[in-house]
């Protein structure tokens, strides 16, 4: 069983950054491939960005490509969304999940999920 606990989230202007974070509990971190989805209210939940075991390979939405940046802290147990010109449809709650496996490329991939985190983006 892996446990994800995400922080970071709260109100920004548009424009702004911020910096989640997802801290996991998994004795083999680094073997799972990590990613972070965002669902707005009244909506799907979507993909926006993921990371492969190592670090070596990201993914991005096209919606957050050149402005979202994901990252990885093995020995820390932690994957990070750095969030940059950040606009009012960023606004959503923001999840981590962790993939048993080197890839995350939908929401159909994740087999561990944390509970979320409220970005707030405002115009």
């Known amino acids: 069983q892996v446990q994800l606990v995400e922080s970071g989230g709260r109100l920004v202007q548009a424009g702004g950054s911020l910096r989640l974070s997802c801290a996991a509990s998994a004795r083999t971190f680094s073997s799972y491939a990590m990613g972070w989805f965002r669902q707005a209210p009244g909506k799907e939940r979507d993909f926006v960005a993921a990371?492969?075991?190592?670090?070596?390979?990201?993914y991005y939405a096209d919606s957050v490509k050149g402005r979202f940046t994901i990252s990885r802290d093995n020995a820390k147990n932690t994957v990070y969304l750095q969030m940059n010109s950040l606009k009012p449809e960023d606004t959503a709650i923001y999840y981590c999940?962790?993939?048993?496996?080197?890839?995350?490329?939908?929401?159909?991939?994740?087999?561990?999920w944390g509970q979320g985190t409220q970005v707030t983006v405002s115009s």
């Open positions: 999940a962790a993939a048993r496996g080197p890839s995350i490329r939908n929401k159909y991939d994740p087999n561990y």
């Open positions: 990371i492969s075991w190592t670090g070596g390979n990201t």
